[in-house]
């Protein structure tokens, strides 16, 4: 695998896993305002973006168990800094929605 299609590969985890970020911070903004459908419907929109993340990774996985030699850069570092972290955020926002409706349920 050449430096370009890690790189490209890198910013695709990147780009996803930003955009599902951002949707589990708009579900966050939904359970402050109550609309706990909204909410799980955006965790769930989130985890569209996250699999296209992971699709990313797993290939690129995949290749290496393969034997291709992958040379990690730091643009591969922050790429899986930011889907771990995507994917902590999202555990967390569901956690949280099932908090928010028992609090509300008393």
Do not use: P
């Not at 955009?19 to 419907?41: I, L, Q, W």
């Not at 993340?53 to 034997?67: D, K, M, S, V």
């Not at 030699?69 to 972290?85: G, Y």
């Not at 908090?99 to 509300?104: I, Q």
Request: overall charge negative; charged content about 25%; glycine content about 4%.
């Amino acid at each position: 695998m050449n430096t370009e299609e890690l790189q490209m590969a890198a910013f695709g985890i990147i780009l996803n896993s930003g955009n599902a970020r951002t949707t589990v911070h708009e579900a966050f903004a939904a359970m402050r305002e109550g609309d706990y459908a909204k909410a799980e419907e955006l965790i769930e929109a989130a985890n569209a973006d996250m699999l296209e993340a992971h699709h990313a990774q797993t290939e690129l996985l995949q290749e290496y168990a393969g034997g291709t030699e992958i040379k990690i850069e730091i643009i591969m570092v922050h790429a899986q800094d930011h889907l771990m972290t995507t994917m902590t955020l999202r555990e967390v926002a569901i956690e949280m929605l099932a908090l928010y409706r028992k609090v509300d349920d008393k």
